[in-house]
């Protein structure tokens, strides 16, 4: 989507007013949604199984409340993935294309899961973010400096994200709807489902932000009620950072170190930038009072997170 008169320098800012699960269409299941969950070959853990059949790939089918009743999901069923062909006639023995019909004729749904577990629902949206101006065609998982697949599960109803504008119309898109994420989506995918969202797009003018939190802001920031949330990557815009291969050579060449050291840059930067302290003061305050997570370990370019609450700044003037 374009955004009327946003240039490159520009900066977005997309308000989050609400996200909520679609409904299931099966008057049977009235009231509920449902989403999967694929521990795939993609994922951290594939490689380092302790038990069953090595490797494996396991989907979880979880039920979700849309009316507002309980805020949690419960799993309802899970299965080995049994290989697939699609209507081409081309066969998928591994999960590696997105929305491939299974036949469950060859399932052998295991209904004994993750009894008495509660997972707390957090609707939010994997993927958001404007377009970069390294390339035309840009493959939609690694995240970058102007977005995308971070996976976040911050990035829900009553956040703010603000975003560097790259290119003319800011062309913003959002997808990869989630019920629910733990920070590094470990396995491969969250509870993937149908959501609905809200937004309220404001643009800033590149000639507005100086002398603000905004100036100089070059990755994508997240905003809530009570944090500032900073996204860190194993390379910060690995379209220019890698090169011509760039966009092959991004999932070889992702670490946490990498990511943990972006994501420090990024808050001194606005520690020092947007609160006015010095690189001393910087330093002192991320390793005594600002938390450091692992966003997430499966889109090529790894992310890790650093949030500061804003409370610390009650009595700070600047």
């Given at each position: 989507?374009?955004?009327?008169g946003?240039?490159p320098?520009d900066?977005l800012?997309?308000?989050i007013?609400?996200?909520?699960p679609?409904?299931c269409?099966n008057p ?7 989403g999967?969950?694929a521990a ?11 038990t069953?059949?090595k490797?494996?790939?396991v989907?979880?089918i ?7 009743t309980r805020d949690w999901?419960k ?9 697939v ?18 036949d ?8 004994d899961?993750?009894k008495?577990i509660r997972?707390p ?7 958001m973010?404007?377009?970069p101006?390294?390339a ?8 970058s400096?102007?977005?995308g697949n971070?996976?976040n ?7 703010t994200m603000?975003?560097?504008?790259a290119v ?6 959002v997808?990869?709807?989630h ?10 995918t969250?509870?993937e489902?149908?959501l609905t ?10 000639q507005?932000?100086a ?6 802001l070059?990755?994508?920031m997240i905003e ?9 990557f ?13 966009q092959?050579a ?11 050291r972006?994501a420090?840059r ?6 020092m ?5 010095t690189e ?9 009072a600002?938390?450091?997570g692992?966003?997430?370990v499966?889109d090529g370019n790894w992310?890790?997170?650093a949030?500061?609450?804003k ?8």
């Amino acid at each position: 989507m374009a955004i009327r008169g946003a240039e490159p320098g520009d900066v977005l800012e997309v308000r989050i007013l609400d996200v909520t699960p679609g409904p299931c269409a099966n008057p049977k299941f009235k009231g509920l949604a449902f989403g999967s969950n694929a521990a795939a070959w993609w994922g951290y853990h594939y490689k380092d199984l302790l038990t069953g059949e090595k490797p494996r790939e396991v989907v979880t089918i979880y039920e979700v409340d849309v009316t507002g009743t309980r805020d949690w999901a419960k799993a309802v069923y899970s299965f080995r993935w049994p290989g697939v062909t699609d209507p081409n006639g081309i066969a998928h023995p591994t999960i590696d294309y997105p929305g491939l019909l299974v036949d469950h004729t060859k399932t052998d749904r295991n209904f004994d899961v993750l009894k008495g577990i509660r997972v707390p629902i957090r609707p939010h949206f994997g993927t958001m973010g404007l377009a970069p101006a390294e390339a035309d065609m840009v493959n939609s998982i690694p995240p970058s400096y102007t977005g995308g697949n971070i996976d976040n599960w911050r990035i829900g109803k009553g956040a703010t994200m603000y975003y560097p504008v790259a290119v003319p119309g800011a062309l913003f898109s959002v997808g990869d709807p989630h019920a629910s994420q733990g920070d590094s989506e470990l396995c491969g995918t969250a509870i993937e489902c149908s959501l609905t969202g809200t937004f309220q797009f404001v643009l800033h003018k590149k000639q507005d932000l100086a002398g603000t939190a905004l100036e100089s802001l070059d990755f994508p920031m997240i905003e809530t009620r009570d944090e500032w949330v900073l996204s860190g990557f194993s390379y910060p815009n690995y379209l220019k950072d890698l090169g011509a291969g760039a966009q092959e050579a991004i999932f070889q060449k992702s670490s946490i170190d990498l990511a943990m050291r972006d994501a420090f840059r990024k808050m001194r930067q606005f520690l020092m930038h947007a609160k006015g302290l010095t690189e001393d003061e910087a330093i002192s305050l991320m390793s005594i009072a600002v938390d450091f997570g692992i966003t997430q370990v499966v889109d090529g370019n790894w992310g890790v997170h650093a949030i500061v609450k804003k409370a610390i700044f009650a009595e700070r003037t600047v």
